[in-house]
Structures are given as C-alpha cells and as structure tokens.
C-alpha cells in the first residue's frame, strides 16, 4: 500500500477510475478538472462504483467510505497539484490541448513530480516535446476502467529518464496495477498493436466469407480469451507442447509461417528469437515445475467455467 499524493487531472470516467485505483492502493488523491460540474458529478459517482466494488467482493464491505475519503475535489489546479508525487493527466487526445496542459502542469507541479498521461493514442513526443520537464514526463496508458483492469502501459518520451520510469513503475504496483513497460515510442504502444492486429484477422475472415461475426466472437470468448484471461499468449503455448515453447515453435512453425505469409512484419521464429523465448520461459517456469504449472492452469479454467456460467449479475 502506497502514502503517496496523487493529482488527477481531468474527472471524466477515466479520472474518475483512476481516482478510485488510486485510493483504494492507498493514495490520497486531488480530483481536479477545469469545470468544477464535472469533478462534483465524479464525487458524486464514485461512491456507487464503490458500492459496486464491495457488492462482488472485490474490497471489503467496510471499505468503499474509507477509501472515498482519501479522494477530494480540487477546485484550483494549484491545490491538486500541492505536495503531488504523481500527476496522472485524462484530457482530450488532442495533442494541441495535452502541449497546454502539459505546460501548466510542468510549470507549477512540485520539481521531482512525475507528470503521466493516460493517452491511448499519442506519443509523449506529440506533447512534451521541448517541455522543461520532459524527462519526468510518460505516457501511462491504462485500459478503461483501471479500477478494474489492472494493465497499464508506461511509454517513455525521447527525454523520459529511467528513473520516471522507475518510478512510475514502483508506484503502479504498489497500488495493484499491473504496469508493462516499451523501451521507447511506438504508435499504439503494445496493447492497441495486439488488439489491432487480432482484429485485422478478424476483419479479414468476415470480409473473405470465411465465418460470420458472431462465429468470431464465439472463437475468442470461448476459445482464445478462456486461456488468454489469465495467461499470456507466451505462457499459453510454452504449457501446450510437451517440451515447452521451443517445442510448440518447432512443431507449429511451419503452418503459422504459411498462414502468416502475407503478413509484412511477422517474424522468422527459425531465428535467435526462439532462443530468447525460450530463455525467458524457463527462467520464468523451469522445466521441473512444468507439470504443476498445467495442473493449475486446468484448475483455472475449472473456476473460470464455473464464474462464467453464473447468472450476469443486475
């Protein structure tokens, strides 16, 4: 749990998500947005999402009040941002509105501030570019609502230090999030890459005729995503082949070569890629320990079966 003052710049949904992530990790937090209706609204909403949170045992029953009272509506920019270790900015993806803020916020945050954008589009250098304070300055991009989703990618600008990274990092995950980390600027960062790649096969397979939409959200919901939900894609084929993912890639290599073939950025997996691959999986999950890894993935799948065929809750 973290003692740390945040400032949320921006109450919309988002902020007000990050409010809650925030708080509930144990941050105080300043909500603040330039129209003081939009950050009453929140404090007005936050409550119920709380509630919410309790009602499915997701935080204590005792919690939602005690966690609403580390949040508070900053009326001034100037009171959200004093004493703020961490900035976390959800304006418009606007990058003519994110240079204006950006510039405020680096003109009157405390010096060793971290100044985060929650962006979803733009690169720090869209924004932060010739700023004073570009080296504490990242994108911090989460998927909407954090409070729920705990991923949250940290891109750095050209300026970005390793220690705001370093940092920003620390603090994602001493409030529950999970932070993953480019080691530089790319368009769409990592999440929106894979999202957009999967859905460019999907896109591709209905427009051929080869199957219907509603056949291809069936093939991820209860097919790919049952795996996917609590495992990565890497730690998905390491446990599918006998001896792992060096296995799966042999085995496997030639039929997605031929199904990737006109697919311009795809890898050749016949290269030292499979032996980084491979390194990284056994360090994560030695070989001795393989088995038991299987065994509780099957007992995952077991619970998520069973979470998943409960009635939708109202």
Not at 134 to 140: F, G, I, Q, S, T
Not at 244 to 272: L, N, T, V
Request: negative net charge; hydrophobic residues 45%.
């Amino acid at each position: 749990m973290s003692a740390a003052h945040v400032a949320i710049i921006g109450a919309g949904l988002i902020g007000q998500s990050w409010a809650i992530a925030f708080a509930r990790g144990g941050c105080t937090v300043a909500l603040h947005d330039r129209d003081g209706d939009v950050t009453a609204q929140a404090m007005e909403a936050i409550p119920a999402s709380l509630d919410a949170m309790a009602t499915l045992g997701l935080i204590q029953k005792g919690e939602p009040h005690t966690i609403y009272a580390r949040i508070r509506a900053a009326d001034r920019l100037e009171d959200a941002l004093a004493g703020a270790v961490h900035l976390q900015e959800n304006t418009p993806e606007d990058p003519r509105i994110k240079r204006e803020v950006f510039a405020m916020l680096d003109a009157a945050a405390d010096p060793d501030a971290v100044i985060a954008s929650s962006s979803s589009a733009l690169l720090p250098s869209d924004f932060v570019t010739g700023l004073a304070g570009a080296a504490r300055c990242l994108v911090a991009h989460p998927l909407n609502p954090p409070h729920l989703i705990p991923a949250v990618e940290l891109v750095p600008g050209p300026a970005t230090t390793t220690e705001t990274m370093a940092r920003t990092r620390a603090l994602m995950s001493a409030i529950g999030q999970s932070p993953i980390e480019t080691t530089r600027e790319i368009e769409g960062f990592i999440m929106n890459r894979l999202q957009g790649a999967l859905l460019d096969e999907a896109f591709s397979l209905v427009d051929r005729g080869i199957a219907t939409p509603g056949d291809i959200d069936t093939a991820m919901r209860d097919g790919l995503a049952r795996r996917w939900a609590f495992m990565g894609p890497f730690e998905t084929i390491d446990l599918n082949a006998p001896g792992g993912i060096a296995d799966f890639m042999d085995r496997y290599g030639q039929a997605y070569a031929e199904i990737g073939r006109d697919r311009p950025s795809r890898p050749d997996w016949k290269s030292a890629l499979q032996t980084r691959l491979s390194d990284h999986r056994r360090a994560a999950l030695p070989t001795k320990d393989r088995a038991d890894r299987i065994r509780w993935r099957d007992a995952r799948l077991a619970h998520l079966a069973r979470l998943l065929a409960e009635k939708d809750p109202e």
